[in-house]
T-cell receptor, first 113, second 113 residues
């Protein structure tokens, strides 16, 4: 595709439910990032995939959060047993390695009620 | 590992005045540096990037930044602020190869009419 695509754009879920957020990166991009942005806050790094290397999961806030990237392309971020503090915009970005910038999707706005 | 520090979480300038947003980086290797802008309720877009060519980098919307190795800085400037410049600005750094992109905490720019 022309850009990074995220779905759904908005998700409202009940506390305690599991949610899956999807990211389709730009074709050929080897790196993929997930970030979280709470209302009025900066970017919180969650996880980084680079090619076939083990992902950098150092930003995942708890074991309720997990992510996978299948076939080096599409990625899914899963949040289990959602809590109200998980409400935020979840941003995905992809890039080539090295000197190349990351391109961001429009994000998924998650609301836990 | 790389890191960036953005001094000033909030900056206000009058319309027509100079915009100066500060970014200092820490990197064990020559870095690649980026500035992103996020307008209200939108995703992040690239303003400009430094990739070890010219130290003065020009970006979109009249912004520019100068890479100063001796000061480990990459400050963003614009000679004359416009109301449409009101947004959140993020500085980011990346090292060679497969290093992940690391963002600063952001600076919210307000333009005073």
């Amino acid at each position: 595709g022309a850009g990074v695509s995220q779905s759904p754009s908005n998700k409202v879920t009940e506390k305690g439910k599991d949610v899956e957020l999807r990211c389709d990166p730009i074709s050929g991009h080897t790196a993929l990032y997930w970030y979280r942005q709470s209302l009025g806050q900066g970017l919180e790094f969650l996880i980084y995939f680079q090619g076939n290397s083990a992902p950098d999961k150092s930003g995942l806030p708890s074991d309720r959060f997990s992510a996978e990237r299948t076939g080096g392309s599409v990625s899914t971020l899963t949040i289990q047993r959602t809590q109200q503090e998980d409400s935020a915009v979840y941003l995905c970005a992809s890039s080539l390695a090295g000197r190349f910038e990351a391109f961001f999707g429009q994000g998924t706005r998650l609301t836990v009620v | 590992a790389q890191s960036v520090t953005q001094l000033g979480s909030h900056v206000s300038v009058s319309e027509g005045a100079l915009v100066l947003l500060r970014c200092n980086y820490s990197s064990s290797v020559p870095p690649y540096l980026f500035w992103y802008v996020q307008y209200p309720n939108q995703g992040l877009q690239l303003l400009l990037k430094y990739t070890s060519a010219a130290t003065l980098v020009k970006g979109i919307n009249g912004f520019e930044a100068e890479f100063k190795k001796s000061e480990t800085s990459f400050h963003l400037t614009k000679p004359s602020a416009h109301m449409s410049d009101a947004a959140e600005y993020f500085c980011a750094v990346r090292g060679f190869g497969n290093e992940k992109l690391t963002f600063g905490t952001g600076t919210r720019l307000t333009i005073i009419p």
